[in-house]
């Protein structure tokens, strides 16, 4: 496994953040980083200081936008330590994301030794509050100093982190969702299943316009036929039918493979609740919720864990689901899952790994 040199640091105090950590706000002390050649691999991996990067302006990223990233989070458990949640995921995750952008892939081994690394450095900062975690942003991008569209011959690697509170303010309050039938988000084939910046930024209008309308996040149909159901901002999503079924949107290649997703179906199968991955039209969906067939529905995602939808906004017209409340299946499967992300519940499919304080793995 590749050694990772670590540079000194000034560390501030974490005890100084406010008591409203937000989503993405606040950064630690450290990140770790490393380079890219086609002639040498991935060398001169370090943690040092978090600092501004210095890129050619000619650097590939700012031109052809090539760049990836993930997310996964290191709670703080009941008994004071720490556990990363399905990290070897992320890191997969990250590799198919790589490829489908024409990037080098970074040997897992190494991505989760990076992160565990610099989580043990950085153990402080996993927050102490109720739900609050430590968020872990890897990156890649393209820093060749060349105006080409092809395969980019140098590229950096690095991660930061940033304690966050869930990201929705409020909690497991139920999110108001907008979905859009003017503009879409991702085609089979393209790089939707990819965690790649265009996707994000070709989604900013629509959200733009879903927040000044009063809803937080855009539920995306699929941008061939524009009826079916495929995400919502950034989470998978799935609707609870009267008859106790669970059901998602297959991953149909235009999705991103969600970790917590996967979670939620092995969860839900756990605890005795009838799971199917399918195409789900949403003219259906519109006639279940009227007729009560269909309970709750629920986005899921590493940020916003488990967040049930109260409203729903699709042509001007408003629905409301289950009385704007949370749903039961909702709160026991985010009851689990939490629980076990932070060490309050047995791990039985061996999801988690604790990080070692100071010098991590
Ligand atoms: C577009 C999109 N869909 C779904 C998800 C949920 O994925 P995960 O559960 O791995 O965080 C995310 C968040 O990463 C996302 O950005």
């Not at 890649?140 to 011959?153: D, F, N």
């Amino acid at each position: 496994m590749a050694a990772i040199r670590i540079d000194p640091v000034t560390e501030t105090d974490p005890a100084r953040l406010p008591a409203e950590l937000g989503f993405g706000k606040y950064f630690t002390d450290r990140m770790y980083s490393q380079r890219y050649s086609a002639q040498a691999g991935w060398h001169d991996a370090s943690i040092g200081p978090y600092q501004p990067l210095v890129l050619d302006p000619a650097a590939q990223v700012f031109h052809n936008g090539q760049m990836i990233f993930d997310g996964t989070k290191a709670y703080r458990r009941a008994d004071g330590g720490i556990n990363l949640f399905r990290v070897e995921q992320n890191a997969e995750r990250f590799n198919r994301s790589a490829e489908r952008m024409g990037m080098p892939t970074v040997p897992v081994a190494d991505h989760v030794a990076a992160i565990e690394t610099l989580v043990g450095l950085e153990h402080r900062w996993v927050p102490h509050q109720p739900d609050a975690a430590l968020y872990i942003r890897p990156v890649m991008i393209a820093s060749e100093k060349a105006l080409a569209i092809r395969a980019p011959q140098e590229c950096l690697h690095y991660i930061i982190l940033s304690p966050v509170a869930p990201y929705f303010a409020g909690g497991f309050a139920p999110v108001a969702v907008y979905v859009s039938h003017e503009y879409v988000r991702a085609v089979r084939g393209g790089t939707g299943e990819a965690k790649t910046p265009g996707n994000y930024a070709g989604s900013i209008k629509a959200t733009e316009i879903a927040i000044a309308k009063g809803y937080q996040q855009v539920l995306w149909l699929d941008a061939v036929e524009r009826r079916y159901v495929d995400e919502v901002g950034a989470m998978n999503i799935a609707f609870v039918y009267q008859d106790g079924r669970l059901r998602t949107p297959a991953l149909s290649g235009a999705i991103l493979h969600g970790v917590t997703r996967n979670s939620v179906l092995t969860l839900a199968q756990d605890l005795g609740i009838e799971t199917s991955e399918e195409r789900i039209d949403f003219l259906e969906v519109l006639a279940d919720i009227a007729s009560g067939r269909i309970t709750e529905m629920f986005g899921m995602g590493t940020g916003a864990v488990i967040a049930p939808v109260g409203r729903l906004c699709y042509q001007d017209r408003d629905i409301v689901l289950n009385g704007g409340e949370p749903g039961p299946v909702a709160r026991r499967l985010y009851d689990e899952l939490t629980g076990i992300q932070f060490g309050r519940l047995p791990d039985r499919h061996g999801w988690t790994r604790q990080v070692r304080v100071g010098q991590g793995a």
